[in-house]
């Protein structure tokens, strides 16, 4: 049985339970109100016989017709609580047919021969005072009689009433507490189907969340904690595999990482033996270059000193080159660590010197206040160098105009270099930061094409990026 059905049931059985009680209760208030009815009118009925006794008294001490009138009220009120039999059914009819005999029994002596006797007495009869007397006793053991039958009647009554509220007081506390009995046993057996699977679902989140795959809920049942232990078991097994084919992902990645860092290693130590092997024998070819320039000096024909030229541009445009990819091998490698560094006192540096070039093009070169990081100095000073040094070299019309700023975003700072140069096309905002392209040709610009490679290879060893907008 599903969770959902064994609270519907338990509601149901709780419902159904106090509905029962509940029809128990107003069943027995309502016997209850049906004997202070019935102890009501039996309480009328000893009033009306004992005001009949009080009557005949002050009939027989006084005489006269009030009396009598009162006597015929009396008995009527009596008579007509009598006639209705329904109020008195819950009572023994014992008492009832008693009193009824007694009425009867007392209305058959009529009050008015009472009276009548009465008067022959004042007429001084002897005869009539002893009937009078025989009468006056008759009708008083007869009201007496009548009285003590309602008096019976009444604590019968009494005690039918009494005994009735008992009842409905047992049946309250019986409510009550069966009420809350079924209830705690209701809410006993759904923690005993709910709280359990709960505990082990629990220990299984815990178990997995620590890091134990193999965890396995034990699933009981068809209720709904059994479908969702189930559930939680083909999680935590599709979680598995994940985590499998996650760890090995991992572990191919951490290898094609290694090797990638090794043939980085490798390329970068190639460049510098590459570069550094290279500086003997471009330095022969040079002086030997420069040789023949200075000793055919004149004895050559326009083309030969042509050549000759061409072929120390070329040694020379190749150091250059060489001088460029060594120090771009360097800059993992070779960097010096990390310190505080003040980028006003940097950028003062670069402008002292490249003072030549800035007096030569007439650059004003500003600044906003620029903070203390921790970086290489050195490198810092390259990055410098070559941006302010491209805005300098790319250069419009009018004289350079170079701002450099800094602003902090979140736990970073966000430095901008801008100018009023020939700027860059959208198309070559990727291609500028790669290593030896060019842009335009070296007759418009000189230069080697390793200057912003270097930049953001220094950034990126730093934690940074670089872009152009």
Same mark, same amino acid.
């Given at each position: ?31 209850? =109100?049906?004997?202070?009815? +019935? ?80 008067? =022959? ?12 007397? +025989? ?113 090995? =992902? ?10 990638? +860092? ?17 500086? =003997? ?68 540096? +670069? ?119």
């Amino acid at each position: 049985m599903t969770i959902e059905r064994k609270i519907q049931f338990s509601t149901g059985v709780v419902v159904a339970f106090v509905i029962v009680m509940g029809s128990l209760v107003i069943w027995t208030s309502d016997r209850v =109100e049906d004997g202070v009815k +019935t102890l009501g009118a039996s309480s009328r009925l000893l009033e009306s016989a004992f005001m009949m006794h009080a009557v005949v008294d002050e009939m027989l001490a006084h005489g006269g017709t009030r009396p009598l009138r009162q006597w015929r009220a009396y008995e009527a009120q009596l008579g007509a609580i009598l006639d209705n039999k329904a109020v008195f059914a819950s009572v023994d009819r014992r008492y009832l047919t008693t009193l009824e005999k007694r009425y009867r029994e007392v209305k058959a002596l009529d009050p008015q021969v009472l009276l009548a006797s009465l008067e =022959e007495t004042q007429a001084g009869s002897q005869e009539a005072k002893a009937l009078k007397d +025989t009468l006056a006793g008759m009708m008083s053991l007869r009201l007496e009689q009548l009285v003590e039958g309602a008096k019976d009647l009444y604590g019968a009554c009494e005690v039918l009433t009494v005994n009735r509220r008992r009842t409905v007081r047992k049946l309250l506390f019986v409510m009550i507490v069966s009420t809350v009995f079924v209830v705690l046993a209701n809410l006993y057996l759904i923690q005993r189907s709910v709280v359990p699977g709960l505990k082990k679902l629990a220990r299984g989140a815990e178990a997995v969340g620590a890091g134990n795959l193999d965890y396995v809920v034990e699933a009981k049942g068809d209720d709904e904690l059994a479908s969702l232990a189930r559930a939680f078991n083909l999680m935590v097994e599709r979680l598995k595999k994940s985590y499998t084919s996650l760890q090995a =992902e991992i572990a191919g990645r951490k290898r094609a990482q290694e090797d990638l +860092t090794r043939s980085n290693k490798d390329l970068e130590q190639f460049a510098y033996v590459a570069s550094h092997d290279l500086q =003997e024998p471009l330095r022969n070819v040079a002086s030997c270059m420069l040789m023949l320039e200075k000793k055919y000096e004149g004895k050559l024909d326009a083309e030969g000193d042509q050549f000759v030229r061409y072929a120390v541009e070329s040694v020379t445009r190749m150091k250059d080159l060489i001088n460029g990819l060594l120090m771009y091998s360097r800059i993992s490698t070779k960097g010096n660590p990390f310190q505080p560094t003040d980028c006003e006192e940097v950028l003062e540096r +670069t402008m002292a010197n490249m003072r030549q070039a800035i007096e030569q093009t007439a650059a004003v070169i500003t600044h906003d206040p620029l903070p203390t990081v921790t970086a290489d100095s050195t490198q810092l000073l390259q990055v410098f160098q070559n941006l302010i040094g491209n805005a300098i070299k790319f250069r419009g019309e009018g004289p350079p105009r170079i701002h450099v700023s800094a602003e902090r975003e979140n736990s970073q700072w966000l430095f901008s270099v801008q100018d009023n140069g020939i700027g860059i096309e959208p198309r070559h905002w990727d291609r500028i930061f790669v290593i030896f392209q060019r842009l335009h040709k070296r007759a418009a610009y000189d230069g080697t094409g390793m200057g912003l490679a270097i930049v953001k290879k220094i950034v990126e060893r730093h934690q940074g990026r670089i872009w152009v907008n």
